[in-house]
């Protein structure tokens, strides 16, 4: 790993950029841009990858590139990899439950081996980081972008779950990312769209949503990413990516992080994009260290030069980049040697059956875990509703063993993420009080029913698996959302 004395300026700025691209391939400016400059990271989507060994190809093709560039540092390749309904790769790996399931298990054993079995998967691919685990607790009904991504709604259970799913990742040659600090889970506003704003007082801040990230800072977490939300109690001007107070003087000083911090992407909507190469200068001068862009479709290399030109005006301290430098290096160098690139010998582990053993074990586990919490069930027809989803869910967990993993369409992942959504909804609908709630929980369970029998029946039509086994379940539980929702509506007239 080259000393930063011998990168020049620019290079060590864009060992700072963390960029997204368009196509399977190599696009040719990520390649110029890690040619002439020594671009810090990329990040992948699911636009990136078709199957496994064209994304094993594609991380192969990023790291020979930067390694052979002028500056020779690896890449930070980055994926969100969570479980549920953010997961980039479908086709080919093991089908990930969300954490919300995992949550429900109370298991640490199980968290451990869950984020064992992502992280060994996204190495033998050579990604090197996930942006994962979801850190911030589900406190709040109404938010619209965290939910089943949370492990749960308090924060001791997310803190111990949260610790094995660092581990579990760490020990599979994966760095973790924790995120969104200091939570997101309290929001009723997508920052993808605009900007949250949090009015917690700092108490309920350090007791809640603090905790599960001081407690993986505790045991070693590497890498944190940064929240675009406004916290009052900790910033009345700037939301959590463009604070000092909060990225330097808590997270730094207070919570003693000594990892990389990564900005979440900058090119969200929260974030005003009228003054783009501003963002990236305020937001490292707060405490970033890696800048965070979705795409490449901008002029990056204006992000560059605004940040030199914030350097010669003193507007950005020499150290706060030299500072920022060295931790993406030495990370870089605790992390990414020699583990570095695809292992192609081991492509057979992938989506194997004793990985999708250990998550259908989950499942199960997950639905022992609500058996015993029956106080949160209202009826007796509410913990039959349940039950009978459940017993689906285990049922295409059975099923999916005879979908090829190299298919084309994702039919495992998407079997899997449409029916664990029907239980994790009607799970949801039991801790409401307000009937509206109710109703709406029931159709979200209804809605990923009817997207469950699509790809039953689709993969049916491929000749993959016996639909004439899962449909009297299906149809049953079909029947049973159908009667509840109708005892709520009979209620209300």
Not at 86 to 97: A, C, E, F, M, S
Not at 134 to 143: A, E, M
Not at 278 to 285: H, K, P, R, T, Y
Not at 368 to 397: C, P
Request: a neutral charge; one cysteine or more.
């Amino acid at each position: 790993m080259p000393d930063i004395s011998n990168l020049t300026q620019k290079q060590k700025i864009a060992q700072l950029l963390m960029l997204g691209f368009s196509g399977t391939t190599l696009s040719p400016n990520i390649k110029r841009l890690i040619a002439d400059y020594g671009l810090g990271g990329v990040i992948l989507f699911a636009r990136n990858i078709s199957h496994p060994k064209q994304a094993a190809d594609l991380c192969q093709e990023l790291q020979d590139a930067a390694l052979y560039g002028r500056a020779g540092i690896p890449l930070f390749i980055g994926i969100d990899q969570e479980g549920g309904r953010v997961v980039r790769i479908k086709d080919g790996l093991t089908p990930l439950p969300p954490l919300a399931v995992l949550g429900k298990t109370g298991s640490e054993e199980s968290a451990y081996s869950f984020a064992c079995v992502l992280g060994r998967e996204l190495r033998i691919l050579g990604i090197n980081m996930d942006f994962a685990p979801v850190l911030d607790i589900n406190s709040n009904s109404n938010n619209p972008v965290i939910g089943d991504r949370s492990l749960g709604d308090n924060s001791e259970l997310v803190s111990r779950l949260g610790i094995k799913l660092v581990k579990g990742l760490h020990d599979s040659g994966i760095i973790a990312v924790g995120k969104h600090f200091p939570g997101h889970g309290d929001t009723d506003t997508d920052s993808h769209i605009s900007l949250p704003i949090v009015r917690q007082p700092l108490q309920i801040l350090e007791q809640r949503e603090l905790a599960p990230f001081k407690n993986a800072i505790g045991c070693g977490l590497n890498a944190i990413m940064s929240a675009h939300v406004l916290y009052p109690a900790l910033d009345q001007n700037n939301p959590a990516t463009l604070s000092s107070k909060i990225l330097t003087g808590l997270l730094r000083d207070k919570l003693g992080f000594q990892g990389i911090v990564i900005s979440d992407d900058l090119l969200m909507g929260a974030m005003d994009q009228n003054k783009l190469s501003s963002l990236a200068v305020n937001a490292l001068d707060a405490g970033v260290d890696i800048l965070l862009f979705g795409r490449d479709d901008f002029p990056v290399e204006s992000i560059i030069n605004d940040i030199e030109q914030a350097l010669t005006e003193k507007r950005i301290s020499r150290k706060r980049l030299d500072d920022a430098v060295k931790n993406i290096l030495r990370i870089k160098q605790k992390c990414l040697t020699p583990t570095l690139l695809a292992i192609y010998s081991q492509f057979k582990d992938l989506g194997c059956a004793a990985h999708r053993k250990v998550m259908q074990e989950i499942v199960e586990k997950a639905g022992e875990g609500v058996n015993m919490k029956r106080e949160t069930v209202k009826s007796f027809s509410d913990l039959i509703v349940w039950q009978k989803s459940h017993q689906l869910v285990l049922a295409i967990y059975r099923q999916i063993e005879h979908i090829p993993k190299n298919e084309t369409y994702g039919l495992a992942s998407q079997l899997v993420r449409t029916a664990v959504s029907i239980p994790a909804s009607i799970v949801e609908g039991f801790k409401k009080t307000d009937k509206n709630d109710n109703i709406r929980f029931i159709n979200i369970a209804s809605s990923s029913l009817e997207e469950c029998r699509y790809y039953i029946i689709l993969a049916q039509d491929l000749g993959y698996i016996h639909a004439n086994d899962l449909m009297p379940q299906l149809e049953e539980v079909g029947n049973l959302l159908e009667a509840y929702l109708k005892s709520f509506i009979s209620t209300e007239q």
